[in-house]
């Protein structure tokens, strides 16, 4: 009859105990687990993180010749955004006009113009902004954020922007 | 013993008596008090949010196209549509209310003190998660409020610093609110949510028997002999009996106050006047008076200490002589959550 410490005594005919081979194929059960579950949070993230490319497109907005200094027209993009594009020079270039964004930078709701107080507000949190974008008072201006310029050009004297083409659902 | 009693117990091998001892545990006197039973009520709430939600999954259609037409078809020409949804809504009310109440119990009568610790921040996790069901939850009636609220929430996300982003992404499934939002909030609030709450709320029960209810005593209860009653049957019928007269609450208020059904969500216009459930008042309070990432990050830090009060309180108690600072603590925040809700109730912007 062994003495039963004798089952856990090591063996050590081919230069590796019980003990330690518990041990390192252990080890290497862990690590073969953590890489397999691993890969599978990865996809499972990769699968969520859906990264549909931001298309962006030049866009006709107005003919130039027909917006004098002061007039605004309101653009919607394909996306959904409002952008609001303003005359302000008469220089002939593009830089004569401002394409703002009406997403709030704080928190993406919409901001509205009122004339009365010659201001954008967002009514979510009470963000303002002056003619040109910049924040003026709430959560925007504490942040010293602006409301997003988009990108536009003169060609043939059409004015056009730049903007995301995707479609909301 | 009949054939089919022999049969069965060979099955479910435990004994009646094995059964009634498991179950039967001792309920210390101070829960004839009514206000103990503030845990029970969400717990009984929870149930019936499941109960009504299964029922309202049957018809809403998670997309944007379809998602307020068959919230408007449930209301309108479902039988019992209307009551089924408004019973929804209300008990998410009450939930919320009652969780609030619970946790205000807790905290006011130390009961999160020593060896309770870890049943607390199980409770703060149940707490977030209640607030985040009611927030998905009205996010998928894609009204007016609920496009904004989602776009509100998830650039709340965004302003965390380092994982904000991806994380942004990964609750809108894109850049901003698209096509592929509705099914992730859906999937939020009908599966991964009530999930998640149902294995907390085990192990919140489950600590709750290990440890014992906690002890008290009211100076009224001094004379009474013993301290303790049997939860079968004298407990389970106070549960029983309020669980009848939330039932019928509940069927009064979906009945008397029925739940409609705001303006469709126009990703075009954001409401002159927007405001989300009372239980978000004090955090969008809080967000009109920081900037994005201020508010954010204060807010979360609230939240860390919330979650590690009993330490908190513990090295208070231990290294200062304001033994009872908790009491006084706790007062000055209810007074400022009260005070931030009804101004962002009072107010228009």
């Known amino acids: 009859m062994p003495d039963a410490s004798d089952l856990h005594q090591p063996q050590s005919s081919d230069g590796m105990d019980r003990r330690a081979f518990a041990k390192a194929s252990s080890l290497v059960m862990a690590g073969g687990l953590i890489a397999g579950y691993g890969t599978m949070a990865y996809i499972a993230g990769r699968f969520l993180y859906s990264s549909t490319p931001r298309k962006l497109a030049w866009m006709f907005v107005a003919e130039a010749a027909k917006l004098h200094v002061g007039d605004t027209v309101e653009f919607r993009t394909p996306a959904g955004q409002t952008v609001t594009i303003t005359r302000r020079g008469q220089e002939g270039t593009a830089a004569d006009f401002l ?4 997403t709030c930078p704080h928190l993406g709701c919409q901001v509205h113009w009122e004339a009365q107080n010659n201001r954008f507000f967002c009514p979510c949190h009470n963000g303002a902004f002056d003619p040109a974008g910049k924040a003026t008072a709430g959560p925007p201006a504490a942040a010293g954020q602006s409301l997003q310029q988009y990108p536009l050009k003169i060609e043939n004297g059409l004015v056009f922007i730049e903007a995301p083409t995707e479609l909301l659902g | 013993m009949t054939q089919f009693a022999r049969w069965f117990r060979e099955r479910v091998p435990i004994q009646g008596h094995v059964l009634r001892e498991m179950t039967n545990e001792p309920v210390p006197n101070h829960l004839k008090h009514w206000w103990f039973c503030l845990g029970g009520t969400p717990a009984y709430l929870f149930v019936v949010q499941i109960v009504t939600g299964i029922l309202l999954a049957v018809y809403y259609e998670p997309s944007p196209s379809t998602a307020y037409e068959s919230v408007r078809y449930v209301t309108e020409q479902v039988p019992f549509g209307w009551f089924i949804r408004s019973v929804h809504k209300w008990a998410a009310t009450l939930m919320i209310a009652t969780v609030i109440l619970h946790q205000m119990r807790v905290y006011f009568t ?6 309770r610790e870890l049943n607390w921040m199980i409770g703060m996790f149940l707490l977030l998660c209640t607030l985040v069901v009611g927030f998905t939850g009205y996010s998928l009636v894609y009204e007016q409020l609920s496009y904004w609220g989602a776009t509100v929430g998830a650039n709340i996300a965004a302003n965390v610093p380092v994982v904000g982003a991806i994380g942004k992404r990964l609750l809108l499934g894109g850049e901003a609110y698209n096509e592929k939002t509705l ?12 999930v998640t709450m149902i294995l907390l709320l085990s192990v919140h029960i489950l600590l709750i028997r290990l ?4 002890e008290l005593q009211f100076k009224a209860d001094r004379d009474e002999k013993s301290k303790f009653f049997n939860f079968f049957p004298d ?3 106070t549960e029983i009996i309020m669980g009848l007269v939330l039932m019928i609450l509940l069927s009064a208020l979906a009945t008397i106050l029925p739940v409609g059904l705001g303006p469709r969500a126009d990703p075009l216009t954001t409401p002159e006047v927007i405001k989300p459930e009372w239980f978000f008042y004090v955090t969008f309070r809080w967000l009109k008076l920081f900037s994005g990432t201020a508010a954010v ?3 979360g830090f609230i939240v860390f200490v919330m979650f590690v009060w009993p330490f908190i309180d513990s090295a208070i108690s231990k290294y200062t002589r304001f033994a009872e600072a908790s009491v006084w603590i706790g007062i000055v925040a209810v007074f400022a959550i009260v005070g931030l809700t009804i101004w962002e109730a009072a107010v228009e912007h």
Do not use: E, K, Q
């Open chain 1, 99 to 102: 394409g703002l964004s009406s």
């Open chain 2, 183 to 194: 099914p992730r909030f859906f999937i939020l609030h009908a599966a991964v949510l009530p």
């Open chain 2, 110 to 115: 130390g009961g999160y003190r020593r060896p």
């Open chain 2, 211 to 214: 440890h014992g209810v906690t």
């Open chain 2, 235 to 237: 407990h389970l019928y």
């Open chain 2, 297 to 299: 990050l204060s807010m």
